[in-house]
């Protein structure tokens, strides 16, 4: 108890480091990490195709596919030009592992960056006061930018993957009377994917303001000859 009224004794609102690089870029890291994995979770898209056969009529094939995109889950039928049960066709692909391991990036940086913007604005003289908060602040900046820089990357080629697997030009390969109709719309994972790499800009640009806070940045020591000439008029014989 008495530590929880240590805590938010010491708790004092300052906006000032907003206005600072460390903070600012902080604040862009969360807003950008929200719309990465907020992109790619929840995502379902259609692909469709119709069935010409001779003497009937016109019908629809419709491949539904979502987050986390395990493609061989979800079904779709082609109906046949005879008269015969309906075959039960299925995507092809997993492609789960890249999209969730994205998605988690962007959640576990989400909370991070929370985590930090209430320690930076209410509790400024304690991540100030020794160099370990700033030692530890700057690992786990430089952490998360290789985390990006993987992720993004191993999302970029999945959903490269996701756009052939699920493209009407593949799905005709299994459907003779099938003509394409309407491809799925992927422009927000193609988002998703820019958001990945600018958090990759912006976790990697943030370590050197975070840097310059830890023991390890030092002011360059002005040489004896500049101190000198900075004391007072240069003399003449």
């Not at 908060?133 to 999302?155: E, K, Q, R």
């Not at 394409?180 to 958090?199: Q, T, Y």
């Amino acid at each position: 108890m008495d530590a929880v009224q240590k805590l938010v004794s010491g708790f004092k609102l300052d906006l000032g480091p907003l206005k600072e690089p460390i903070g600012f870029i902080r604040l862009l890291e969360w807003v950008f990490a929200m719309f990465a994995f907020g992109t790619t979770g929840g995502y379902s898209g259609t692909t469709r195709l119709t069935v010409e056969c001779p003497d009937s009529e016109t019908q629809d094939v419709v491949a539904v596919f979502g987050y986390p995109f395990r493609l061989s889950a979800y079904p779709y039928t082609i109906p046949p030009c005879i008269q015969a049960p309906a075959p039960e066709m299925f995507l092809q692909g997993d492609f789960s592992s890249s999209a969730e391991f994205f998605v988690c990036v962007g959640v576990f940086a989400f909370l991070y960056c929370i985590a930090t913007l209430v320690l930076y604005l209410g509790f400024q003289s304690v991540y100030r006061q020794t160099s370990r908060g700033p030692t530890i602040d700057l690992l786990v900046t430089a952490s998360f930018a290789f985390l990006w820089l993987v992720s993004s990357s191993a999302w970029g080629k999945g959903l490269t993957d996701i756009k052939w697997a699920t493209s009407t030009e593949h799905l005709l390969e299994t459907c003779l009377h099938c003509k394409a109709k309407d491809e799925p719309s992927i422009g927000r994972l193609n988002a998703s994917v820019i958001f990945g790499f600018l958090n990759l800009i912006l976790w990697t640009g943030n370590c050197w303001f975070i840097y310059k806070e830890t023991q390890f940045h030092k002011d360059p020591i002005p040489s004896n000859s500049s101190v000198e000439a900075g004391e007072g008029p240069a003399s003449y014989s």
